[in-house]
């Protein structure tokens, strides 16, 4: 089987699969159109996000057997037309859950800690013990938007406080001995932080709007490791102003291109010039599952995927 790869990974998911037999071809360069007309060779592609696989890519397909993206999402690959065409999606949501859990949780305590006002304030020669006094997590409830790998990984990191954990989840029956599966409603009504771990469908981009914010019944910590389109970033603005939003820690943006890449320009909207100067914001550059270790596991999950499907069987 002859495998084009789109973007560069980690060394070794190249060199298993060579190992398995499998001939591997890289271009990280070129254009679509240039791929689109060369990919009728290829059995299988591996790619992380660089471009939209959409219909006229998967028609120009006609020998592709399975897409394999090195992430969780699926969202850049049109997954009913390649379904339709017996093409095999694989991800590997697994490889990075745990470095999501993790980043969700370091927001969090930087959050409730003003790790991030506190720092500013230091470097710059002020020393102000009382404006910067936290809160502690114990004794509140987090509730957790999207129950599968990545929230998952996020509650079983809090186990080591005494916190509720409540998640929602359009799957009946994913609730564990973590977290508690409960309605939105109940959610809404008890959670003091609210963390995402939703994918980009129809369903989750503009989730978090202004309407869906005034249902808090208390004030609220916001943590997006998910995707970016699932905040409406003018409510999140607006719901910080009121105090609603205590504080937000956001890995993705709005803003974000579907291939995650420099977003900053000379026209930035006025809620994002907020947000990016704000006390009570943490940004980081969408890295929640991009740790030295993610980058080897989301390789091998790729790897040990690929040889199940096609060779085990």
């Known amino acids: ?26 271009d990280y360069t070129s254009s679509k159109e240039a791929i689109e007309n ?19 890519f998967l028609d120009a397909a006609s020998n592709l057997k399975f897409i394999g993206r090195v992430g969780a999402g699926l969202e850049n690959i049109d997954c009913n037309y390649a ?17 999501v859990g993790e980043h969700s949780l370091a927001m969090l305590l930087a959050l409730l800690n003003k790790l991030n006002k506190a720092n500013d304030e230091v470097s710059n020669g002020k020393w102000d013990r009382e404006g910067n006094r936290g809160s502690e997590l114990d004794g509140k409830t987090v509730g957790l938007i999207g129950y599968g790998n990545m929230g998952k990984a996020f509650a079983k990191k809090l186990r080591g406080f005494d916190v509720d954990v409540l ?12 977290a508690r ?4 409603e109940e959610l809404q009504d008890k959670s003091h932080v609210l963390s995402l771990h939703t994918p980009e469908t129809p369903l989750t981009v503009n989730m ?5 914010i005034s249902r808090f019944k208390n004030p609220f910590w916001l943590i997006n490791t998910a995707r970016g389109k699932s905040v409406v970033t003018k409510d999140l603005v607006v719901a910080l102003n009121s105090g609603k939003i205590l504080g937000a820690g956001l890995d993705v943006l709005e803003y974000e291109k579907s291939s995650f890449e420099n977003i900053f320009s000379n026209q930035m909207p006025e809620e994002f010039k907020y947000i990016i100067s704000a006390e009570n914001v943490i940004l ?30």
Not at 4 to 22: C, E, R, T, V, Y
Not at 38 to 56: A, E, M, W
Not at 208 to 212: D, G, L, R, T
Not at 288 to 295: C, D, N, P
């Open 1 to 26: 089987m002859n495998i084009l790869h789109l973007d560069s990974n980690h060394p070794l998911l190249i060199s298993q699969l060579k190992a398995l037999g499998f001939t591997n071809n890289e």
């Open 38 to 56: 060369q990919i009728h060779v290829y059995d299988g592609i591996v790619i992380r996000s660089r471009f939209k696989i959409d219909k006229q």
């Open 83 to 99: 379904a339709k065409k017996g093409i095999k999606l694989i991800s590997a949501p697994e490889g990075n859950r745990n470095a």
């Open 167 to 178: 998640c929602y989840d359009i799957k009946p029956n994913v609730g564990d001995q973590n």
């Open 181 to 184: 599966q409960v309605s939105l």
């Open 208 to 212: 978090i709007n202004s309407e869906f």
């Open 284 to 313: 980081t550059p969408h890295v929640a599952g991009w740790t030295v270790e993610s980058k080897e596991k989301l390789a091998q999950t790729i790897v040990d995927k690929i040889k199940t499907e096609f060779l085990l069987k």
